[in-house]
């Protein structure tokens, strides 16, 4: 079980929560929390299911619901949204067929939007799981998109 | 005794002690000074969600919440100023725009609180249908007190279903302000964690983990969030049909041995509910579903008996006291003491057990005092009873540094121990908990050992060896190999530890091997020094012994005066009772065990339930259950507890005590000129000095068998899962039943 090799990682100590909660979204080939990583975890930390399940849902970065194997997370914060990020979206949108928030019906990809991501020099900018993507066209959009779909 | 440090402080130009560690509002409190408050409460710690309970204090920046800030030497407070007032409407009204609060300002108002017409009781169109408006709203005392009667804001309603699918209590989360007094309540005090707040900010809401049913997610409806809730989020299923409580009494639980005070809440007719006192020395308010919620339902019961009932030929006649008296009398005259059986129940009330010996041993004169707890445990009765008598009390687990619990699970019944051993765990205890099931120890257990009664004393004796370092046998082979580095390191924390505890639970008596089980236990407590705490469900068991309700021990005989006083000898066959010989007549007290007993030709059923089996009895003589009687029950802690009459009798029902008087008054036979309960208690002072006001825990000599036991091979126990006088609670309270199957 790759669950139980993450967990031997950390200490069974509280404040490793996030960090286990995070390299099990990771790993889990979904990259959610299911309820099995949940359980997991509690166990493992030797608390309720009830105070993981809470912290879980407080933070937004963590997801319950199945993802793709490739988030987009979309910046829209000001930089981006001046050098079009909105039609960016827009064009997204229709490419994926898909609203923010929901994944492709192939499971390949999931649409999110972020804030500012740190890179205004290269705006408008993406995340593609860790890695960052800038001076984004529909035409980079469509080879990227289109990389990763063979690679999948 | 030194004084303890005081500081000074002001509140409102008032100059008052304050001790160190105290907030301004437990402070406050103590002084009648009032600051609303919605969050805080008496035994959880401080939290400051609410803001209600913000004041002025000189030097602090803005305005601090005084259950979070602690009191400084000279501060000074000020709790009314107009802006305090001010801010405080204000937080209300924030408050109050996502709650309906249509009860501050309907123009119906006064109508509602007389009438308290709520959805609940009558159609939907007549009536207000936001809350259960049982006039226990923390919220709307609090509306009150501020002085709001207007709201600025936009009321927001967030439209939560209703969750009404889990038993005991419903859950109307519109209601919710957020407060977490039930989730703290459950996690910190009860050790539990079922609920937690899900999402955050606008969206946030309380429950079970993947939005489980309470039920599924572990919860033991031990009921503290209901207690604790300031609003009728949560309400309870049964009581919220009765209104308003118009009193409440103090008693003690008559369900198990561990003797926890119940506050009940009562009209002129009924009990509606029972809450917990976290005063209380017992248990701290730490009490379980059969108490909290077993109650109500039991007592008033719709098959209770409430006149006394004579079998004829074409079914059952109402019969008058007098008649139903004679009758018994008549029956129990010019019989031999082997002709009749007499089975007293261990859930009786002290006095009841006192006046039930002698009327067995004067007026059949018998010494035949049999007892479902004898037919349960055959054999191993003297065994179990010399280790129940002997059990430690509660405080023991409190500072132990091993814990083993035994057929032990405080899920639904045993609270109080249960909660002292995850306490102790939390604090760094090894916890090891050996079971046929999981239990709810298993989480913060060291090991948890989930295999058959049959292994029990076999796991015991692995610990045991391991403990003294020796060689393990080949018995213990596949436990070795499952648990084995794990009890290594256990063992190795018993032994070095001079604090040990053995909790033993009523898994024990319904297991076949208990005889193996309780010899293991034995060795433990005498070659090892563990100090053995035994949860039971026969609530009254060391009274039975200290009034002498057992064959062959005379009232007071059990009490130990000095440690040096030597076990009683009992002669095995005077505890075995013979349950194969027909008799001409059984007479049940209090007791239903139907399933052991032998044929009869006539059976006096004295009790408030009809039995579960197919043997009709030909006599019934309804009694009054603990809610209507006043006494006392021993604990397993050997404390004398006073149980309190809460309500009158139901219908024609009458305490044992009377029934069993009148009868031997009939009779002509024996000396038992009793007229009301403290006269039986100024007999029993003979007996237990001061009785009934003992503060001293009472102490129990052993009993030294003589011989051998005869069985009386009925079989395994009778169910006792949880049931009072006889009758399961699952078969009279809806809910119980509920929990009962999902356990299996």
């Known amino acids: ?152 | 005794m030194t004084k303890e440090k005081t500081i000074q402080i002001t509140i409102d130009n008032k100059t008052i002690d304050a001790r160190p560690n105290q907030t301004i509002l437990q402070a406050a409190r103590e002084y009648q000074i009032y600051i609303p408050s919605l969050c805080a409460m008496e035994h959880l710690s401080s939290y400051g969600a609410c803001r209600l309970c913000v004041v002025e204090v000189d030097g602090l920046r803005g305005f601090p919440t005084s259950c979070t800030t602690p009191v400084e030497e000279g501060m000074v407070i000020r709790t009314d100023t107009a802006e305090v007032k001010g801010l405080r409407q204000e937080v209300l009204k924030l408050l109050l725009s996502e709650h309906p609060a249509s009860c501050l300002f309907c123009t119906e108002q006064d109508e509602c609180k007389q009438y308290m017409g709520t959805i609940r009781k009558v159609g939907a169109t007549t009536g207000c249908r936001y809350c259960p408006n049982d006039h226990r709203c923390e919220l709307q005392q609090i509306a009150e007190n501020i002085g709001l009667t207007e709201t600025s804001y936009p009321v927001y309603y967030r439209n939560f279903p209703v969750e009404k699918y889990d038993p005991f209590y419903d859950r109307d989360y519109n209601l919710c302000i957020l407060c977490g007094r039930c989730v703290r309540v459950c996690n910190n005090v009860r050790l539990n964690g079922t609920l937690s707040f899900k999402q955050r900010g606008r969206v946030t809401t309380i429950g079970p983990a993947f939005d489980r049913s309470h039920i599924d997610a572990g919860c033991e409806f031990c009921g503290a969030c209901v207690t604790a809730c300031p609003t009728g989020a949560l309400s309870v299923k049964v009581s919220k049909w009765y209104g308003r409580p118009e009193g409440q009494v103090a008693t003690t639980c008559n369900y198990c041995s561990a003797g926890c005070r119940l506050i009940l809440q009562t009209t002129k007719t009924d009990v509606i509910d029972a809450l917990p006192d976290y005063d209380s020395a017992v248990e701290h308010g730490i009490i379980c579903v059969k108490g909290r919620f077993g109650i109500t339902e039991y007592v008033h019961s719709p098959l209770r008996y409430g006149t006394p009932k004579e079998m004829t030929p074409a079914g059952y006649n109402d019969i008058s006291w007098e008649e139903a008296i004679a009758k018994a009398a008549g029956k129990l005259s010019g019989l031999k003491p082997d002709d009749c059986l007499i089975v007293v129940s261990p859930q009786l009330l002290t006095e009841d057990l006192f006046v039930a010996q002698q009327f067995i041993r004067q007026v059949t004169g018998s010494e035949e005092v049999a007892s479902s707890f004898i037919f349960d445990l055959d054999g191993d009765a003297a065994s179990f009873i010399n280790l129940a008598l002997a059990s430690e009390p509660f405080e023991t687990i409190e500072k132990a540094q091993g814990i083993l619990a035994v057929g032990f699970d405080s899920t639904y019944g045993y609270s109080p121990i249960g909660v002292k051993a995850k306490q102790a765990a939390q604090a760094g205890a090894s916890l090891m908990s050996l079971n046929s099931f999981e239990s709810n120890l298993d989480l913060l257990s060291k090991i948890a050992f989930v295999v058959n009664s049959s292994r029990w004393a076999d796991v015991l004796d692995l610990t045991m060896s391991r403990m003294s370092k020796g060689k393990a046998e080949k018995r213990f082979a596949d436990l070795v190999e499952m648990w084995g580095s794990d009890l290594n390191k256990t063992c190795e924390t018993f032994s070095c530890s001079s604090h040990n505890v053995l909790i033993v639970g009523p898994g024990i008596i319904d297991s076949p091997d208990r005889g193996k089980i309780l010899r293991s236990i034995e060795r433990m407590k005498n070659e090892y020094s563990w100090k053995v705490v035994v949860a039971h469900q026969y609530t009254n068991l060391a009274g039975m012994f200290a009034m002498g309700a057992c064959p062959g021990i005379k009232p007071g005989e059990m009490i130990k005066e000095a440690s040096a006083d030597k076990a009683v000898v009992l002669k095995a066959e005077l505890i075995h009772i013979d349950l194969r010989k027909k008799r001409k007549l059984i007479y049940l007290i209090g007791d239903a065990s139907f399933d052991s007993l032998p044929e009869c030709e006539f059976l006096i059923y004295q009790n408030a339930l009809p039995p579960q089996c197919s043997r009709q009895p030909d006599l019934i003589l309804p009694v009054s259950l603990f809610t209507e009687a006043s006494g006392t029950v021993i604990s397993a802690e050997g404390r004398v507890l006073q149980v309190k009459e809460a309500v009158a009798p139901y219908m024609d029902s009458k305490p044992d005590w009377w029934i069993l008087k009148s009868i031997a008054e009939k009779m002509g036979k024996g000396k038992m000129k009793f007229n009301d309960v403290s006269s039986i208690q100024g007999e029993i002072k003979k007996i237990i000095k001061g009785f009934p006001a003992v503060k001293k825990r009472i102490e129990f000599k052993e009993i030294e068998v003589k011989g051998n036991v005869k069985t009386h091979g009925k079989g395994k126990p009778a169910a006792w899962k949880s049931s009072y006088r006889g009758i399961p609670l699952g078969e009279v309270v809806s809910g119980i039943k509920v929990i009962e199957l999902k356990g299996g």
Not at chain 1, 8 to 18: G, V
Not at chain 1, 75 to 99: A, F, I, N
């Open chain 1, 1 to 152: 079980m790759y669950r139980d090799a993450i967990l031997k990682k950390f200490d069974p100590r509280l404040d490793n929560i996030l960090f286990i909660l995070h390299e099990l979204q990771d790993n889990n080939p979904q990259h959610y929390l299911a309820n099995a990583d949940i359980e997991k975890c509690a166990d493992y930390l030797n608390i309720p299911y009830s105070y993981v399940h809470g912290v879980v849902t407080f933070y937004s970065m963590f997801s319950l619901k199945p993802r793709g194997r490739y988030i987009i997370r979309l910046c829209d914060s000001p930089p981006c949204h001046l050098m079009g990020s909105e039609s960016l979206l827009d064009y997204l949108k229709k490419k994926l067929k898909v609203d923010v928030g929901k994944t492709t019906a192939d499971g390949v990809f999931t649409l999110e939007i972020t804030s500012c991501l740190g890179i205004c020099g290269v705006a408008p900018a993406l995340m593609m799981n860790e890695e960052m993507i800038g001076n984004l066209t529909p035409e980079r959009v469509d080879t990227v998109l289109e990389e990763r779909r063979q690679t999948s």
